[in-house]
Protein backbone atom coordinates (compact mmCIF):
# COMPACT_ATOMS: atom_id res chain seq x y z
CA UNK A 1 0.00 0.00 0.00
CA UNK A 2 1.31 3.48 -1.16
CA UNK A 3 -0.04 7.13 0.00
CA UNK A 4 1.04 10.80 -1.53
CA UNK A 5 0.74 13.71 0.24
CA UNK A 6 2.77 17.04 0.49
CA UNK A 7 6.50 17.65 1.48
CA UNK A 8 7.36 21.55 1.80
CA UNK A 9 10.69 20.91 -0.08
CA UNK A 10 12.63 23.98 1.54
CA UNK A 11 13.57 25.29 4.84
CA UNK A 12 14.66 28.34 6.08
CA UNK A 13 18.32 29.36 4.88
CA UNK A 14 20.71 28.24 7.24
CA UNK A 15 18.46 25.78 8.99
CA UNK A 16 20.18 22.48 10.15
CA UNK A 17 17.76 19.71 10.51
CA UNK A 18 18.67 17.52 13.34
CA UNK A 19 16.88 14.10 13.21
CA UNK A 20 15.26 13.04 16.33
CA UNK A 21 17.25 9.74 15.48
CA UNK A 22 20.51 8.63 14.25
CA UNK A 23 20.82 8.68 10.46
CA UNK A 24 23.00 8.10 7.12
CA UNK A 25 23.12 8.99 3.92
CA UNK A 26 24.33 6.03 0.97
CA UNK A 27 25.32 7.59 -2.09
CA UNK A 28 26.25 4.96 -4.71
CA UNK A 29 28.63 6.36 -7.60
CA UNK A 30 30.22 5.63 -10.62
CA UNK A 31 32.36 8.57 -12.81
CA UNK A 32 29.94 10.94 -11.02
CA UNK A 33 32.77 14.25 -10.37
CA UNK A 34 30.47 16.92 -11.75
CA UNK A 35 27.32 16.11 -9.57
CA UNK A 36 29.09 14.48 -6.56
CA UNK A 37 29.94 17.21 -4.65
CA UNK A 38 27.16 19.58 -5.26
CA UNK A 39 25.28 16.40 -3.89
CA UNK A 40 27.45 16.04 -0.69
CA UNK A 41 26.84 19.90 -0.05
CA UNK A 42 23.57 20.30 -0.50
CA UNK A 43 22.60 17.46 1.78
CA UNK A 44 25.34 18.90 4.58
CA UNK A 45 23.40 22.45 4.67
CA UNK A 46 19.88 20.77 4.77
CA UNK A 47 20.33 17.84 7.54
CA UNK A 48 23.10 16.45 10.25
CA UNK A 49 23.60 13.13 9.13
CA UNK A 50 25.85 10.84 11.20
CA UNK A 51 27.26 9.50 8.45
CA UNK A 52 27.59 10.61 4.46
CA UNK A 53 28.45 7.62 2.69
CA UNK A 54 29.80 7.45 -0.87
CA UNK A 55 30.16 4.17 -2.36
CA UNK A 56 32.41 4.53 -5.41
CA UNK A 57 32.63 1.91 -8.39
CA UNK A 58 36.19 2.71 -9.18
CA UNK A 59 35.29 5.60 -11.14
CA UNK A 60 37.88 6.49 -13.21
CA UNK A 61 37.73 10.00 -12.92
CA UNK A 62 37.86 12.39 -9.51
CA UNK A 63 34.55 11.15 -7.82
CA UNK A 64 36.21 9.95 -5.24
CA UNK A 65 38.56 12.85 -4.32
CA UNK A 66 35.53 15.12 -5.14
CA UNK A 67 33.64 13.34 -2.28
CA UNK A 68 36.23 13.58 0.40
CA UNK A 69 36.73 17.15 -0.44
CA UNK A 70 33.50 17.19 0.31
CA UNK A 71 33.92 15.57 3.50
CA UNK A 72 31.97 12.77 3.09
CA UNK A 73 33.20 8.76 3.56
CA UNK A 74 34.13 7.07 0.80
CA UNK A 75 33.96 3.05 0.11
CA UNK A 76 34.98 0.84 -2.55
CA UNK A 77 32.11 -2.06 -3.68
CA UNK A 78 33.45 -5.29 -4.77
CA UNK A 79 31.13 -5.88 -7.65
CA UNK A 80 29.54 -4.01 -10.49
CA UNK A 81 25.95 -1.72 -10.12
CA UNK A 82 23.73 0.34 -7.81
CA UNK A 83 22.66 -3.03 -6.00
CA UNK A 84 26.14 -4.03 -5.89
CA UNK A 85 27.03 -0.80 -4.11
CA UNK A 86 24.24 -0.37 -1.74
CA UNK A 87 24.18 -3.67 -0.03
CA UNK A 88 27.97 -3.65 0.64
CA UNK A 89 27.33 -0.29 2.42
CA UNK A 90 24.07 -1.71 4.18
CA UNK A 91 26.10 -4.51 5.66
CA UNK A 92 28.69 -1.32 7.12
CA UNK A 93 25.85 0.61 9.01
CA UNK A 94 25.84 0.53 13.00
CA UNK A 95 23.31 -1.06 14.61
CA UNK A 96 22.25 2.17 16.14
CA UNK A 97 21.01 3.63 12.71
CA UNK A 98 17.28 3.89 12.26
CA UNK A 99 17.00 5.88 9.37
CA UNK A 100 18.71 5.38 5.93
CA UNK A 101 18.90 7.99 3.22
CA UNK A 102 19.33 6.71 -0.28
CA UNK A 103 20.67 9.27 -2.95
CA UNK A 104 21.84 9.87 -6.15
CA UNK A 105 25.37 11.31 -6.83
CA UNK A 106 24.02 13.57 -9.52
CA UNK A 107 22.41 16.80 -7.49
CA UNK A 108 19.13 15.30 -9.34
CA UNK A 109 17.05 15.10 -5.78
CA UNK A 110 17.20 18.28 -4.18
CA UNK A 111 17.89 18.27 -0.48
CA UNK A 112 15.53 20.08 0.80
CA UNK A 113 12.90 17.27 1.04
CA UNK A 114 14.57 15.43 3.05
CA UNK A 115 13.54 17.32 6.95
CA UNK A 116 10.12 16.33 5.88
CA UNK A 117 10.54 12.91 5.01
CA UNK A 118 12.44 11.90 7.96
CA UNK A 119 9.49 13.30 9.79
CA UNK A 120 7.14 11.05 8.15
CA UNK A 121 8.93 7.95 9.30
CA UNK A 122 9.20 9.90 13.01
CA UNK A 123 4.91 10.50 13.51
CA UNK A 124 4.06 7.31 11.52
CA UNK A 125 5.39 3.89 12.62
CA UNK A 126 3.35 1.93 10.44
CA UNK A 127 5.06 3.86 7.25
CA UNK A 128 8.70 1.85 6.33
CA UNK A 129 9.74 3.81 3.54
CA UNK A 130 9.20 7.34 1.86
CA UNK A 131 10.01 7.89 -1.80
CA UNK A 132 10.32 10.89 -3.58
CA UNK A 133 8.16 11.39 -6.81
CA UNK A 134 9.24 12.61 -9.56
CA UNK A 135 6.16 12.98 -12.06
CA UNK A 136 4.09 15.36 -10.59
CA UNK A 137 4.70 18.50 -12.44
CA UNK A 138 7.14 20.14 -10.91
CA UNK A 139 10.24 18.69 -12.13
CA UNK A 140 12.28 21.05 -14.59
CA UNK A 141 11.51 20.63 -18.19
CA UNK A 142 14.86 19.30 -19.08
CA UNK A 143 15.25 16.51 -16.30
CA UNK A 144 13.58 13.97 -18.75
CA UNK A 145 14.21 12.96 -21.83
CA UNK A 146 11.60 11.76 -23.75
CA UNK A 147 12.35 7.68 -24.26
CA UNK A 148 13.86 8.21 -20.40
CA UNK A 149 10.10 9.49 -19.25
CA UNK A 150 8.01 7.35 -21.29
CA UNK A 151 10.21 4.24 -20.38
CA UNK A 152 9.79 4.80 -16.37
CA UNK A 153 5.93 5.29 -17.23
CA UNK A 154 5.82 2.06 -18.67
CA UNK A 155 8.18 0.38 -16.12
CA UNK A 156 5.70 2.12 -13.06
CA UNK A 157 2.72 0.66 -14.80
CA UNK A 158 4.16 -2.78 -15.46
CA UNK A 159 5.36 -2.83 -11.26
CA UNK A 160 1.86 -1.97 -9.96
CA UNK A 161 -0.12 -4.02 -12.12
CA UNK A 162 2.10 -6.94 -11.42
CA UNK A 163 3.52 -6.33 -7.84
CA UNK A 164 0.66 -4.94 -6.69
CA UNK A 165 2.99 -2.23 -4.66
CA UNK A 166 1.49 0.70 -5.92
CA UNK A 167 3.20 3.62 -6.66
CA UNK A 168 3.66 6.61 -8.63
CA UNK A 169 7.34 6.51 -9.34
CA UNK A 170 8.47 3.28 -8.45
CA UNK A 171 12.16 3.55 -9.88
CA UNK A 172 12.53 7.05 -8.14
CA UNK A 173 16.25 7.19 -6.92
CA UNK A 174 15.17 9.60 -3.54
CA UNK A 175 14.70 7.13 -0.30
CA UNK A 176 14.23 7.79 3.46
CA UNK A 177 13.91 3.66 4.95
CA UNK A 178 13.92 2.25 8.14
CA UNK A 179 17.12 0.54 9.06
CA UNK A 180 15.27 -2.07 10.07
CA UNK A 181 13.89 -3.05 7.02
CA UNK A 182 17.09 -3.01 5.08
CA UNK A 183 19.06 -5.03 8.08
CA UNK A 184 16.63 -7.86 7.37
CA UNK A 185 16.84 -7.51 3.48
CA UNK A 186 18.82 -10.23 1.41
CA UNK A 187 19.19 -8.34 -1.32
CA UNK A 188 19.29 -10.12 -5.07
CA UNK A 189 19.85 -7.30 -7.74
CA UNK A 190 23.08 -6.06 -8.57
CA UNK A 191 22.22 -3.02 -10.55
CA UNK A 192 19.16 -0.54 -11.26
CA UNK A 193 16.17 -2.66 -10.67
CA UNK A 194 17.35 -2.66 -6.64
CA UNK A 195 14.80 -0.15 -6.60
CA UNK A 196 12.21 -2.76 -7.43
CA UNK A 197 13.23 -5.40 -4.97
CA UNK A 198 13.06 -2.59 -2.17
CA UNK A 199 9.53 -1.41 -2.78
CA UNK A 200 9.23 -5.34 -2.78
CA UNK A 201 10.83 -5.87 0.62
CA UNK A 202 8.99 -2.82 2.75
CA UNK A 203 5.67 -4.66 1.79
CA UNK A 204 6.57 -7.98 2.36
CA UNK A 205 7.85 -6.58 6.17
CA UNK A 206 4.51 -5.31 6.54
CA UNK A 207 5.13 -1.55 5.93
CA UNK A 208 3.38 1.18 3.86
CA UNK A 209 4.96 3.28 1.47
CA UNK A 210 4.24 7.18 1.45
CA UNK A 211 5.39 9.74 -1.46
CA UNK A 212 6.12 12.85 -1.49
CA UNK A 213 6.36 15.19 -4.49
CA UNK A 214 9.72 16.65 -5.54
CA UNK A 215 11.21 18.51 -8.16
CA UNK A 216 13.62 16.55 -9.97
CA UNK A 217 16.79 17.94 -11.72
CA UNK A 218 18.52 17.83 -15.21
CA UNK A 219 21.79 15.93 -13.84
CA UNK A 220 25.69 17.12 -13.77
CA UNK A 221 27.37 14.87 -15.73
CA UNK A 222 26.55 11.87 -18.09
CA UNK A 223 23.32 9.71 -17.12
CA UNK A 224 24.19 5.93 -16.78
CA UNK A 225 20.77 4.31 -16.63
CA UNK A 226 20.44 3.13 -20.55
CA UNK A 227 17.44 1.60 -22.25
CA UNK A 228 19.09 -2.18 -21.90
CA UNK A 229 18.94 -1.69 -18.04
CA UNK A 230 14.69 -1.62 -18.87
CA UNK A 231 14.67 -4.64 -19.61
CA UNK A 232 16.55 -6.12 -16.23
CA UNK A 233 14.07 -3.87 -14.21
CA UNK A 234 11.24 -5.71 -15.60
CA UNK A 235 12.62 -9.21 -15.54
CA UNK A 236 12.95 -8.25 -11.44
CA UNK A 237 9.20 -6.86 -11.36
CA UNK A 238 8.33 -10.13 -12.71
CA UNK A 239 10.73 -11.91 -10.27
CA UNK A 240 9.07 -10.03 -7.43
CA UNK A 241 5.73 -11.70 -7.85
CA UNK A 242 6.93 -15.41 -7.85
Known amino acids: MSISICAKGSRAPGQLFEPTRPTVVLVAALNEEEGVGATILEISEHIHAQHIIVIDGHSKD ?3 EVAKTYGAEVIFQDGKGKGDALSKAIKL ?3 DVKYVIITDADYTYPAGYLPEMIQILDRMP ?3 MVCGNRFNGQSEKDSF ?3 FYYGNRLLAFAHNFLNGVDLKD ?3 GLRVVRATILKKWVMKSNGFDVEVELNSQVSKQGFEVIEVPIKYRA ?3 EKKLKMKHGATILKRILYEIM
Open 62 to 64: KTV
Open 93 to 95: IDD
Open 126 to 128: NVG
Open 145 to 147: RNR
Open 170 to 172: PLT
Open 219 to 221: RLG
